[in-house]
């Protein structure tokens, strides 16, 4: 998606600061597109700016100027919410996001560009999120799992599923590897926002590897640099990764319609802090920016305590039997 040729001077330089000062991925940079040209379509169409029965898609925002974003009213935004929620249908995650791409557009204006003295959206309040844990493979789940691969590409299939449950890389990190990336014991992960990290690798993550590489080198391929290579001998996609997990995960007789490649990083995740690894520490092996992202594994190690007390074959001894039980005579 190119906004070059739809988005009005102002929200041009925005996602260009976004694209590149802050470096941010593609994805996101269109995100914040999508979501701030919807805003921007909705407020022509409420404002009487084209006739209102224009499609939302046929609005043409490239002459939104400062003087139109300076203009919005808290009301107008809160109407837009309530558009988005009764006539869009959309969900709170999804409302929850346009707040964030509204709040960061005029803080762009405000605080880091000053061309706006008031921002609009400044106490906006965001729809409340029912707060839910992260699905995630128990640790026989997971053997299961690698124990499932197979076929043609077992090596490689073995390998990728074993670094998403060992290192808790993201899809995207996972596509974007490249053999100048592979250190002895590492792997040097170039992750959101173009931030570079290393993740180091346990004997189970170097031997799949390098039983991969053994089979790799012997397959001529236009991309000399990608780890991973599909049938086509090309760079493996997102898609076909997916589909393989989708496909193992079957094989394995385990749920696909509940577990992701990105739900292989919460199993990553979660059997880390399980077995000793300190938050702060898992931060830094999953590149999260904030502290507060990697805090909902604590949780899921919460509930794995209290599964594990009710498990106790004394859990349902109550304080009433007591007197049922005789003691031994000695």
Partial sequence: ??????????????????????????????????????????????????????ALEDVDIRNADLDFYGSVTLQEVYDFLAYLSRDRELNAASRARMITSLKGFYRYLTVKTKQLKTDPV??????????????????????????????????????????????GLRISEMVGLNLTDIRQDSLLIHGKGNKERVVYLNDACVEALNTWLAVRKDIPTADKKAVFLSNRRTRMSVDSIQVMVHKTLLKAGLDASHISPHKLRHTA????????????????????ESLNTTQIYTHIANAELKKAAKANPLADFAPSERDTVKPTEE
């Fill in 122 to 167: 400044q106490d906006l309040d965001a729809p409340k999120l029912k707060k839910s844990l992260p699905h995630y493979l128990t640790l026989d789940e997971s053997r299961r799992l690698l124990s499932a691969v197979d076929g043609k590409n077992k090596e490689r299939d073995y390998c990728i599923l074993c670094l998403f449950l060992n290192c």
């Fill in 269 to 288: 995740a979660t059997l880390m802090l399980q077995n000793g690894v300190d938050v702060r520490t898992l931060q830094e092996v999953l590149g999260h």
């Fill in 1 to 54: 998606m190119s906004y070059q040729n739809e988005a009005s001077a102002v929200l041009r330089e925005f996602l260009v600061y976004h694209d590149t000062i802050k470096g941010q991925s593609k994805k996101t940079v269109d995100s914040y597109f999508m979501d701030l040209r919807t805003f921007t379509r909705y407020l022509y169409i409420a404002r009487d700016l084209v006739p209102r029965d224009t």
